[in-house]
């Protein structure tokens, strides 16, 4: 089967996103995309992987690195390699699997809180304790979505985590990693999430892009969370 094809079934399973590049199915969340991805494991194998992408972001290359991705796990929580003639008989299954652990937030209207949920419940999980390439990412999302919700408890709890996670980080590994400190990268965060209008702006600016403006559109709902 070709991927074309494959991308096409997944495409009819999840009809809120859109074709965004020959391997990706997208929709716009207000300040995020979010989709799957059909990762090339080999030639002839693939895996589903949910991302969610920047649009708070100034240099357009950087839309397409994600703040936050995890894959499709099969039934008994391993990796879930599907090589593309298998596709068709595996197609229930990873479907399954698929409306299981990436439902929640794959739907017209997604609540703020099962986004942190599903962050929290994947990142406790599957990345190593303190390790700051990851969870500098993953700060980053949440204090967006946050501050795009405006509302000031939710934005100080990300703080709140942000500092104390922060206190377990290697200075010097970190310095060596981002080529500056940390304080200077809490700063520089804080600073990114201080102007809502620059904020907004700029989100506007990717939104308008010829590709991104032709995915279908849905919404982040803000509760308690």
Excluded at 17 to 42: E, F, H, P
Excluded at 119 to 125: E, G, L
Excluded at 145 to 172: P, R, V
């Amino acid at each position: 089967m070709e991927l074309k094809n494959i991308v096409n079934d997944w495409k009819i399973q999840f009809p809120i996103l859109s074709q965004y590049t020959s391997s990706t199915l997208y929709a716009k969340a207000d300040i995020i995309l979010i989709g799957l991805r059909l990762d090339k494991v080999m030639s002839d194998t693939y895996r589903l992987i949910l991302e969610i992408l920047p649009l708070w972001v100034q240099e357009k290359r950087n839309i397409n690195i994600p703040v936050f991705f995890v894959e499709l796990f099969d039934k008994d929580g391993g990796q879930f390699f599907i090589k593309y003639q298998l596709h068709k008989y595996l197609f229930e299954e990873a479907t399954e699997c698929a409306n299981q652990q990436f439902g929640l937030i794959l739907r017209e209207s997604i609540r703020a809180n099962d986004i942190f949920r599903f962050i929290d419940s994947f990142s406790s999980t599957l990345i190593p304790k303190h390790n700051p390439i990851k969870w500098h990412r993953l700060f980053e999302l949440k204090l967006a979505l946050a501050f795009y919700s405006g509302q000031a408890n939710l934005i100080n709890t990300i703080k709140a985590e942000i500092e104390n996670e922060t206190k377990y980080w290697d200075e010097k590994e970190f310095n060596r990693i981002f080529m500056k400190s940390i304080e200077e990268w809490k700063i520089d965060l804080y600073q990114k999430m201080g102007n809502r209008e620059i904020f907004m702006k700029q989100v506007q600016v990717n939104l308008d892009d010829k590709k991104i403006s032709k995915l279908k559109q849905i919404h982040i709902s803000f509760g308690t969370i």
